[in-house]
């Protein structure tokens, strides 16, 4: 498995301005990816995370609302851009170890409120 | 593209009781499937996962076969307690879009009365 950690753990913010998320893990990963989980809803994938290259995005997301960077193997951030309410989430970030395994491991979240 | 379905809560149970949560997959491919849990507060955590066809995976009590021929993965426990209450989402692996992401269930919102 793998130790993930995320900063912030929560935070508020005004309309309007943007918040960077943080994602380190305790040793080096193939694979990086953010989700979003709104209220009382499911997991939705935003991107992969590519080293050394632009994120992969899933349909109805994009760049300049979610900029992505994963400069090496045990880190990336998430910035959400130009903030509005239907922002609010839990941010997550994921990674899968690599060496054939598929499993999916979870960082605690950023709990992100808009006002 | 991918696509999970699983059955809504909340579910309520009795302590020691017999649960099922029904989950079923539509995907391109072989992919893997997983049954992931997020307790109350806490993180998304990985309960149990199956690779192929006929599969059993199993963890804290926990049961599901891949069944290939229905597209199924249902998550079984004998005799539920009061500590398994929490929100059970059902996974598979492959996004449709061609990524390594993961494609989630709604999640089924589990609570055990003592």
């Known amino acids: 498995s793998a130790v993930i950690s995320q900063k912030p753990s929560r935070d508020i913010c005004q309309r309007g301005t943007s918040l960077t998320i943080q994602c380190q893990v305790d040793?080096?990963?193939?694979?990086m990816f953010w989700y979003r989980q709104q209220p009382g809803q499911s997991l939705t994938l935003i991107a992969t995370a590519n080293q050394g290259s632009e994120a992969t995005y899933e349909s109805g997301f994009v760049i300049d609302k979610f900029p992505i960077s994963r400069p090496n193997l045990t880190f990336s951030t998430l910035t959400v851009s130009n903030m509005s309410p239907e922002d609010s989430s839990i941010y997550l970030c994921?990674?899968?170890?690599?060496?054939?395994?598929?499993?999916?491991?979870f960082g605690p979240g950023t709990r992100l409120l808009v006002l | 593209g991918n696509s999970v379905t699983q059955m809504e809560g909340p579910v309520t149970l009795s302590e020691e009781a017999f649960l099922t949560i029904n989950c079923t997959y539509t995907?391109?491919?072989?992919?893997?499937l997983f049954w992931y849990v997020q307790y109350p507060g806490e993180g998304l955590q990985l309960l149990l996962k199956?690779?192929?066809?006929?599969d059993k995976g199993s963890n804290k009590g926990f049961e599901a076969t891949y069944r290939k021929e229905t597209t199924s993965f249902h998550l079984e426990k004998g005799s539920v307690q009061v500590s398994d209450s929490a929100v059970y989402f059902c996974?598979?692996?492959?996004?449709?879009?061609?990524?390594?992401?993961?494609?989630f269930g709604k999640g089924t919102h589990l609570i055990i009365q003592p």
């Open positions: 199956a690779t192929k066809a006929d």
């Open positions: 996974a598979l692996s492959g996004s449709g879009g061609g990524a390594d992401g993961l494609t």
């Open positions: 995907a391109t491919g072989y992919p893997s």
């Open positions: 994921s990674v899968r170890i690599g060496g054939g395994q598929e499993t999916q491991y």
């Open positions: 040793s080096q990963v193939t694979m």
